[in-house]
């Protein structure tokens, strides 16, 4: 009895002993959520005092809304660059990005030549409809003056309700007149799916540009039609897709696997908040083969659905490692009319892996973000046992090696050398041969010269600046007095020569100026029929898809060798 009373003092102390843990913890719980919310009013006084003191004292006169836009921008670009701050005005931007839909006149524009012109008029889209096209510049639109205006205020003005129409005075190059041309706004939705096709004679392929609002319909409508003309396997390209909707992904994933399965997972600091996504509908067809064309601009929603099937072993991917973003946005209201698009979670693949490459809450003394070095992602596995690893994009079952090309292409596209050459080159020919013949000639690629250097076009070469910094570092160490000789032999060979470099990439840069004819005559349809011609990941694809044990053998191979973790390599190589 006396032990029973010993034991029960005990339970009580240990008891009142838990309970004050408790309440010192919830106390300290309570006190940092409290000096957090103190910390947050503080900045906002502090915030609002000096903009007040800028506006009444600063001895320029400061336009408060660009102000606090910047400020807001540089205070959000040190998070990640997905969490972004639209104002009112640049709501709109926000809408297209998710559904993919805007009220205009369906073409890109952008600057040049001190004017904004018509970079690309979309296929069957008012621009192209009503004759605009690429090169005219915009002088007024309804009568108002443009020639001096920004890219975003020709923006805004060709935008407006749909039924209505506008007035657009443009310059056509090689014309001396303008002309004034009469556009009917429509509601713009970009097609989801850029071109599709059966190949072979039952080999589907399509090509799938954005994850926006109902795509996956699209998606779905455009399987479903290259089966009906005899499609048994296919070819999904996702390559220079940058992603969209989460549940856009999850719709195209379904399509090809059994209703009730998990396709992705998103967790977050908001638990309450953290989800699994479930295919919701029947698959039209759990066992076509399939093939999914990844490159380093395939992103997001793009991961999610090559991922996913990878995962399930569902589809054998081929391209170049995909660009690693695992994260995901979630749109909040703001006051005014504005919005933020926040990162709020990181999202989860079937296997378990996480995708995200970039590591933004770990910086370098420079402020940039560290990516997730291959020594340290983990690795995971797929439904059959294949090892897949997370922290840096989706890896392809089969790589193709991207070919590297020179900075001067880069160049000649930026400041608009080969856009303005094509302009005049259109105008001399009215028409061109099928975008999957088509071939720029050798004497035009001689004009092409000629127009270049009339430019006075100048570039920037890495060589030449790399080697004035080596020269640097061997005079301050001595090197120069030993090695001189042979560094001025290089040096020699690493001189810009525009006629040099011109000729040493001619088959890249001409490949670029076919492009941007064919694009002209043919949209961004006719440019990717031409591109398949010689799509090495295109080939491959429809190479593994003809050979159904080699399809099968990459997707569960007999003896999968055992996986060994980069250090255990390293240990073994270095020992």
């Known amino acids: 009895m006396k032990t029973d009373k010993i034991c029960m003092k005990k339970i009580c102390c240990v008891a009142l002993a838990s309970l004050s843990f408790f309440a010192i913890e919830a106390q300290d719980s309570l006190s940092n959520k409290n000096k957090r919310y103190f910390d947050i009013d503080k900045n906002i006084d502090i915030f609002n005092s000096v903009l007040r003191n800028l506006d009444m004292f600063y001895v320029d006169k400061i336009e408060p809304n660009s102000l606090v836009q910047r400020t807001i921008a540089n205070m959000l670009a040190g998070l990640d660059p997905y969490t972004e701050y639209y104002p009112e005005e640049n709501v709109s931007d926000l809408r297209f990005l998710t559904t993919g839909e805007y009220a205009g006149i369906g073409a890109i524009i952008s600057y040049n030549d001190k004017r904004v012109i018509i970079n690309e008029p979309y296929e069957g889209l008012p621009a192209a409809k009503a004759g605009l096209k690429a090169g005219d510049q915009i002088l007024e639109i309804d009568g108002q003056d443009m020639r001096k205006s920004t890219v975003k205020e ?29 556009v009917l706004r429509e509601k713009i939705a970009i097609p989801a799916v850029t071109y599709s096709t059966v190949a072979d004679g039952n080999i589907g392929y399509l090509h799938f540009a954005g994850f926006t609002d109902k795509s996956s319909e699209e998606f779905k409508r455009t399987v479903v039609d290259l089966k009906s003309k005899g499609a048994t396997s296919l070819v999904i390209d996702l390559r220079g897709n940058g992603g969209g909707i989460l549940d856009e992904a999850v719709n195209i994933v379904n399509l090809f696997v059994p209703k009730g399965t998990e396709i992705v997972s998103t967790k977050g600091k908001m638990s309450q908040w953290d ?43 081929i391209g170049n490692r995909s660009y690693g973003k695992g994260l995901v946005q979630t749109p909040r209201n703001l006051p005014y009319g504005g919005n933020i698009k926040i990162t709020t979670s990181k999202y989860y693949i079937p296997s378990g892996r996480c995708i995200q490459a970039l590591d ?125 000789e042979e560094f001025k032999a290089l040096e020699s060979k690493l001189v810009p020569d525009l006629d040099l470099d011109l000729e040493a990439f001619k088959s890249d840069i001409k490949e670029l100026i076919t492009e941007e004819i064919i694009q002209r005559y043919y949209y961004k349809k006719g440019v990717l029929i031409h591109e398949l011609v010689k799509d090495k990941a295109y080939l491959k694809a429809m190479e593994v898809l003809k050979d159904k044990a080699l399809y099968k053998n990459i997707l569960n191979p007999s003896k999968l060798p055992p996986v060994v973790e980069p250090q255990e390599k390293l240990a073994k190589r270095y020992s």
């Open 275 to 317: 989800r699994i996504y479930r295919t919701q509908n029947q698959p039209i067809d759990t066992i076509i083969p399939l093939t999914v064309l990844i490159d380093t601009g395939s992103a997001s929603a793009s991961e999610i659905t090559a991922g996913a099937l990878q995962d399930f072993d569902r589809a054998v991917i």
């Open 154 to 182: 020709v923006s805004n003005k060709l935008k407006g309700t749909p039924g209505t129409t506008l007035i657009i005075e443009i310059q056509r190059p090689g014309e001396q007149k303008s002309r004034k041309i009469t």
């Open 360 to 484: 933004y809450s770990h910086r370098d003394p420079d402020g940039a973000a560290a990516r997730v070095p291959d020594s340290l992602t983990n690795v995971f596995y797929t439904k059959n046992g294949r090892p897949v690893r997370d922290g840096g994009g989706i890896t392809p079952d089969i790589t193709i090696e991207q070919e590297r090309v020179g900075t001067i292409s880069y160049y000649l596209v930026a400041d608009n050398i080969i856009f303005d050459f094509v302009t005049g080159w259109v105008q001399k020919h009215p028409a061109i041969d099928p975008a999957d013949r088509f071939e720029l000639s050798d004497a035009d690629y001689e004009s092409f010269k000629i127009f270049v250097k009339s430019k006075d076009f100048q570039y920037d070469r890495m060589s030449e600046k790399t080697m004035q910094s080596l020269k640097e570092v061997m005079e301050f160490e001595g090197y120069m007095k030993t090695a001189g």
